[in-house]
């Protein structure tokens, strides 16, 4: 298959699996036995769960318990819930995803995770799919995978078989050509803690010693035949005004945040994206937008079942 001129290489250990009677599964599997986990749709009852999983993400990135619910009531067949066998009242992981059309790796018109989701103001606090899912649409774009981190087991691959199911799914639709994502790297913010700003680009393709990629959740998507296809600049972005820009500041890990500008209008905080303060701090409109969170996103194709054109 041919990628864009500026699709990006990065060390993928599988390919793009191509048929959809390929298996995904990519790396020696830990497990025996089988998976701990039964992965299933979502119910409308699982939402009180769902929100209390959310809480792992930085408040200005949660979604909100009544888009939870509008997605469960709406699109619960293509979302997907990983449940512990031995305690099926858990959630232990979820993955979120919305179907579109899309034009392929050749004519990819992905615009950004903001647009793609849907929110009336554009972030990710309001996005409950209303205005962009597309029941006819021929691709499916994963747009959050979170795990319990109380329920990681190493070595039991939750977040793949998570994937792998809406893989299975795809494969299985007739209508479904592509699975894609904007993905989000989730070890940016710890690493830029530790190290300092670096460049998007260079840290999507950085890599361990082993030869794998740095990035957990890169790295699993990358060895289940993730094609990096291109960045997507400014794919999520949030406003806040200035009381809600100072109480994340006091009351959301105060260690992680940093200025990186002498100015401190640019703050690292320990997520994928940083803040910049646009507003003027004497403005007394208590909703003047005061500061505004970006984040760049990697445009990845996970699953095609367009034939190879090598
Ligand atoms: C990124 C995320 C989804 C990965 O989920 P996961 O189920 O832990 O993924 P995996 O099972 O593939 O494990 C990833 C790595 O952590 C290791 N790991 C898993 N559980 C572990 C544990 N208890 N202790 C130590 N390492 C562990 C795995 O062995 C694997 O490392 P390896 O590739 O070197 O073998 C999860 O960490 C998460 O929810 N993060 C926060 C949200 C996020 O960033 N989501 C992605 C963007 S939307």
């Known amino acids: 298959m041919a990628l864009p001129e500026n699709a990006q290489a990065l060390p993928a250990k599988r390919r793009l699996v191509t048929s959809p009677d390929s298996a995904l599964v990519s790396r020696p599997d830990r497990r025996e036995g ?93 996005s409950n799919f209303s205005e962009t899912f597309r029941r006819d649409g021929n691709t499916y774009v994963l747009t959050a995978a979170t795990v319990d981190p109380t329920i990681r087991i190493h070595g039991e691959r939750l977040a793949p078989q998570l994937v792998t199911s809406v893989v299975d799914m795809a494969s299985r639709d007739p209508n479904i050509l592509y699975v894609i994502s904007a993905f989000r ?20 393709k950085m890599q361990r010693g082993d030869g794998e990629l740095h990035d957990t959740w890169l790295r699993g998507v990358t060895n289940l035949g993730m094609i990096p296809i291109r960045t997507i600049k400014d794919s999520m972005r949030v406003t806040a005004t200035r009381e809600e820009f100072e109480g994340y500041k006091r009351d959301y890990h105060r260690e992680l945040w940093k200025p990186i500008t002498e100015d401190r209008r640019t703050w690292l905080c320990g997520e994928t994206g940083t803040w910049q303060i646009v507003g003027d701090p004497h403005n007394p409109d208590p909703n003047a937008v005061y500061a505004e969170y970006k984040e760049d996103n990697l445009l990845g194709l996970v699953y095609s079942k367009q034939p190879s054109s090598h």
Do not use: C, M
């Open 185 to 204: 790297p989730s070890d940016l913010g710890k690493y830029e803690q530790e190290h300092g700003p670096i460049d998007f680009d260079k840290y999507v």
């Open 34 to 126: 089988g998976s701990s986990y039964d992965i299933e749709t979502w119910k409308k009852s699982d939402v009180p769960a769902l929100v209390a999983l959310e809480q792992l993400w930085a408040p200005w990135l949660r979604k909100s318990q009544a888009d939870f619910l509008y997605i469960a009531d709406h699109f619960p067949d293509v979302q997907r819930i990983a449940r512990p066998k031995t305690d099926p009242d858990t959630v232990a992981g979820q993955t979120t995803v919305i179907q579109i059309n899309w034009g392929g790796p050749e004519k990819d018109d992905f615009t950004t995770w903001d647009k793609i989701t849907g929110g009336p103001d554009g972030s990710v606090k309001n």
